[in-house]
């Protein structure tokens, strides 16, 4: 004969685990949501990545060959252009002569650029950076040799 105080113990028991597998099956549902949710976001992630990447591959700085060097080709400005397309260099003369109060001088450049301007020989690279930049509408040069941003 089996004690009745033993039978209500065991239903008592298995009542417990029936709510704690309900509980454990409500948790899993959870689980197994957000990992379908991740698997989402990691397709759209790389998906994103691979378009980024293919639009900063479209307005990188092109390279060219000339004399067996490869040289950086500074593109012409226009609506579809910015200025991340232009290498490091340029960008920086660029923002430190939109940051001037007016015109700028070359040697004014080289200064914030931490150039020897008391050595001429460093200041004509520099120049030749200046007058491709005018050239390409990226900045004004004006009839005194002074340099502004273009608006």
Do not use: N
């Amino acid at each position: 004969m089996v004690d009745p105080e033993v039978l209500e113990r065991i239903a008592a028991r298995r009542a417990e685990l029936d709510g704690l597998e309900e509980q454990l099956v409500k948790q899993l549902d959870q689980v197994r949501a957000e990992r379908d949710e991740l698997a989402v976001a990691e397709r759209v992630l790389a998906r994103m990545s691979e378009q980024i990447a293919g639009e900063r591959a479209a307005v990188a700085p092109a390279s060219a060959e000339v004399g067996g060097r490869a040289v950086l080709l500074v593109p012409h400005r226009d609506d579809s252009v910015d200025e991340a397309a232009l290498p490091g260099d340029y960008r920086r003369i660029l923002a430190i002569v939109r940051a001037a109060d007016g015109a700028v001088q070359v040697r004014a450049v080289g200064e914030e650029l931490g150039l020897q301007v008391e050595v001429r020989g460093k200041l004509e690279p520099l120049r030749a950076k200046l007058v491709k930049l005018a050239d390409r509408c990226w900045l004004h040069k004006r009839g005194d040799g002074k340099f502004t941003a273009r608006l």
